[in-house]
């Protein structure tokens, strides 16, 4: 349980990181098209796995492709999309 607790703390980092990436003015011409690859496998309404693990594999996989998403990104892009939190400190 606490595995899965990390891995959604990460993926809130990583949306904030995404989010900060997509109004910078360099950002990869890949990162739209790959977002919205995410978001439709994370919203489609027919699961690949039984009805039950689709939520799981839903809460993993989505949460492990945006963090792969984000190590894709330039270093630069990373470190200047990435406000810290709050509550991350």
């Not at 990460?10 to 910078?24: K, Q």
């Not at 739209?32 to 009805?51: C, D, G, K, T």
């Amino acid at each position: 349980m606490k595995r899965l607790l990390l891995l959604w703390k990460t993926a809130r980092h990583d949306l904030r990181v995404l989010y900060g990436a997509l109004a910078h003015p360099d950002r990869p011409v890949w990162l739209i098209p790959a977002l919205a690859v995410v978001a439709l496998y994370a919203f489609e309404p027919f699961n690949f796995a039984m009805p039950v693990l689709g939520f799981v594999d839903d809460g993993v996989l989505v949460p492990l492709a945006l963090h792969m998403l984000v190590l894709a990104l330039p270093v630069s892009m990373r470190r200047t999309s990435a406000r810290p939190h709050p509550e991350d400190a």
